[in-house]
């Protein structure tokens, strides 16, 4: 049996941070599908346009997800006020990095949205709906880390 010091139970573990890493992916992935399928819903129900919107709100959502990669590693669990930071961190993330995009793509221009006629939706609309998918993401990963925590922590007192 393998003993760890008092400072390593306190810290975060590799297992730990699989764990993190894990249950952060997979609300990325649920979170991403629920908004494509409510979006899809919304403005014309089909398998092609379900299919198309996943694709297009995770090209936005998986660069997210890795710029958020230090803090799900850092934060061991949701207790203790840490998941106040970590929801108020996702729901800033992604309508941010996405203003940053948008800048640098189009050349320090902050109308280049809504000069493409491939989008039917202005920019304020896709910060809207970038909010609303870092939101739900961190909101489904601090559910699940606040569920595992418990989960452990009752599996530890029962021994």
Same mark, same amino acid.
């Given at each position: 049996?393998?003993?760890?010091?008092?400072?390593?139970?306190?810290?975060?573990?590799?297992?730990?941070?699989?764990?993190?890493?894990?249950?952060?992916? &997979?609300?990325? $992935?649920?979170?991403? =599908?629920?908004?494509?399928? /409510? !979006?899809? %819903?919304?403005?014309?129900?089909?398998?092609?346009?379900?299919?198309?919107?996943?694709?297009?709100?995770?090209?936005?959502?998986?660069?997210?997800?890795?710029?958020?990669?230090?803090?799900?590693?850092?934060?061991?669990?949701?207790?203790?006020?840490?998941?106040?930071?970590?929801?108020?961190?996702?729901?800033?993330?992604?309508?941010?990095?996405?203003? &940053?995009?948008? $800048?640098?793509?189009? =050349?320090?221009?902050?109308? /280049? !949205?809504? %000069?493409?006629?491939?989008?039917?939706?202005?920019?304020?609309?896709?910060?809207?709906?970038?909010?609303?998918?870092?939101?739900?993401?961190?909101?489904?990963?601090?559910?699940?880390?606040?569920?595992?925590?418990?989960?452990?922590?009752?599996?530890?007192?029962?021994?």
């Amino acid at each position: 049996m393998i003993r760890m010091t008092p400072n390593a139970r306190k810290g975060v573990t590799l297992v730990i941070a699989a764990r993190n890493i894990s249950l952060w992916f &997979l609300s990325v $992935l649920l979170s991403v =599908g629920l908004f494509s399928l /409510a !979006f899809a %819903r919304l403005f014309g129900w089909s398998p092609d346009a379900l299919a198309r919107d996943f694709l297009i709100t995770m090209k936005i959502a998986l660069p997210v997800a890795f710029l958020f990669l230090p803090i799900v590693i850092k934060q061991r669990d949701a207790e203790e006020g840490r998941a106040w930071v970590i929801v108020g961190c996702g729901f800033v993330i992604g309508p941010a990095y996405l203003l &940053l995009r948008t $800048l640098i793509a189009g =050349g320090g221009d902050p109308h /280049a !949205f809504e %000069r493409d006629e491939a989008s039917p939706f202005g920019m304020v609309a896709f910060l809207i709906f970038a909010a609303i998918v870092g939101s739900l993401t961190t909101i489904l990963y601090v559910t699940a880390l606040k569920l595992v925590h418990r989960l452990t922590t009752a599996s530890k007192q029962a021994l």
